[in-house]
């Protein structure tokens, strides 16, 4: 059976773990400083972390960040303080497939809700359709597409900015 709750502050290490070894990949802009800033915002309080647990192992997780800490590219779609970001998804490669992401964010909706969030934006590469799928899943629409060089080396190198109002 598998759990979600909050992540623990002293989990935060095994989740960075966790992202190294099963988050890389084309599709994914995982860079040394922006994880960081994202383990900082959680150190801080400034964000949160959904994981999945199974058998008392972290098996998956998602960062929730909050508008004041969210990327700033993001503002122009929208202006309200209520608004929420999800960072960060991952499950372990052995775990895939199984609706795990898809819970995490249902997860992190929820959880921005219950704050009194407004809105949650997650973006994607275009032509990720793993993420497309759980993206889709979780009620997450596209709002926006553009090229995205810095970001993205592969395929369209554009990525895709999707929204869910809550």
């Not at 400034?46 to 192992?57: F, L, N």
């Not at 122009?76 to 999800?86: D, S």
């Not at 407004?118 to 899943?137: C, D, F, P, T, Y």
């Amino acid at each position: 059976m598998i759990t979600y709750r909050l992540a623990l502050a002293s989990e935060a290490e095994a989740l960075k773990a966790l992202l190294w070894q099963h988050g890389q990949n084309e599709w994914n802009h995982l860079t040394e400083e922006g994880v960081n800033g994202e383990f900082e915002l959680l150190k801080q309080g400034s964000a949160s972390a959904m994981v999945a647990v199974q058998e008392g192992e972290i098996i998956g997780f998602a960062v929730l960040i909050g508008a004041a800490h969210s990327p700033d590219y993001l503002n122009k779609y929208t202006g309200l303080n209520v608004m929420y970001f999800i960072g960060d998804v991952v499950v372990a490669s052995q775990h895939s497939g199984k609706g795990i992401a898809t819970a995490l964010l249902q997860a992190c909706i929820a959880q921005a809700k219950h704050a009194g969030g407004e809105l949650v934006l997650i973006e994607r590469h275009e032509e990720n359709l793993a993420s497309a799928g759980m993206m889709r899943k979780a009620g997450f629409q596209i709002i926006d597409t553009f090229h995205d060089p810095q970001k993205r080396s592969a395929g369209s190198q554009n990525s895709c900015i999707l929204a869910i109002e809550l």
